[in-house]
């Protein structure tokens, strides 16, 4: 007896979200260029920090409520905004080189 497999279309990727298709409002990480954070106006978003620190959304504002992550610098309406020099000290870095 043999076995076949026949072809699935793949869904869209609208398609993909959680019951009822509806997001789940986490926050993604966003990639961001490093060399940023050596600009003192640089204002950093939470998607970015989590790219940074190579966390969830779960466990960065459990961090935040914990006392490991500072409060935002500036809160544009409910969006959270660290300033470069802010997320320098949260990775432990003087100063970034400007190399990278």
């Known amino acids: 007896m043999a076995i076949t497999f026949s072809a699935r279309p793949v869904p869209a990727a609208s398609t993909l979200h959680t019951a009822n ?6 926050t993604r990480p966003r990639p ?6 050596n600009d003192p106006t640089t204002l950093v978003r ?17 961090w935040k409520r ?10 544009l309406g409910k969006r959270p905004l660290w300033r ?4 320098r000290r949260i990775l432990g870095m ?3 080189p400007t190399d990278v």
Do not use: C, W
């Not at 961001?32 to 954070?37: N, P």
């Open 94 to 96: 003087a100063q970034l």
């Open 46 to 62: 939470v998607s970015e920090l989590l790219t940074l620190l190579a966390v969830s959304h779960t466990t960065f504002y459990e």
């Open 66 to 75: 914990l006392g490991k992550v500072p409060s935002p610098d500036i809160e």
């Open 32 to 37: 961001m260029d490093l060399a940023r954070l």
């Open 84 to 87: 470069a020099a802010t997320v």
């Open 21 to 26: 298709n509806k997001k789940s409002g986490h």
